[in-house]
């Protein structure tokens, strides 16, 4: 998520009857045993550490299962080869009747540290020596497969909650063949969001913060709307944000692009971002795009 995702090569268009397979790879204790529960819970069938040698076993050709299917696969995996799955994901996306998408579950070192120690669980890969040493290795011996990924979640600040809601939007709102677009809200003050594929600054328009009566309402408010859309350049702004947004859709969903974020950012998270966020979500829904529409910085 580039920090959330890999475009792929151009594939086969697929149909909007093509199987729905995502695999889930990643970091131990980054997430991926609850997002393929949550998979599981939206309808998927649910397959957790499948040998890699069974990979070319899961879906024969002539195979009619339509019911879509979640597979995790990590370095705990027999025989893991990161390799033979990045061969076996790139096998998939030129198959018709096919949709994969591979999912990297991420999250920052000193985070994960701290997971396995609150939980008292030892690390696959460091079971006689400190977590740390298991992170790293695992870090290197998975990273191939962050490098092609179709969606990389980065679950550092992510509760249950927010790992749910994002499973949810993005494998229930998105068709097999479409291209989903995540819009977000943020605050410079909390740092830029990893999963972002692009990031828009809005703190060039005029800031409600310094109008009293605003300062407590956010950009949902007609209020904020009405003095954030008053600024002279927010006409022109909004124009060529939606016009590059229109014209770059199309083209990521032809190269086989399943997940755009984007991410719109101010001072404080809860003004411009905000309202410019909720205009651009309201054009593209306009236009038929899925979206789905976040504010990181509002409960």
Known sequence: MDEIAHTPSPEPRKTAEALRLVVVTGLSGAGKTSALRMLEDIGFEAIDNLPVRLLGQLLPEGTDAQRPIAVGIDARTEGFDPQAVRAWIESLRARPGVAPTLLYMD??????????????????????RPVPDGIVRERALIGPLRDVADLVLETTDFSLTDLRREIAERFETAGASGLLVSLLSFSYKGGLPREADMVFDVRFLDNPHWVAHLRPLTGRDAGVAAHVAADPAFPEFLARLTGLIDLLVPRFRAEGKSYLTLAIGCTGGRHRSVFVAERLAAHLREAGVPVVLRHRELP
Do not use: I, K, S, Y
């Open 107 to 128: 999250c920052d070192t000193e985070v994960l540290a701290r997971r396995f120690t609150e939980t008292r669980r030892r690390h696959p890969l460091a079971l006689d």
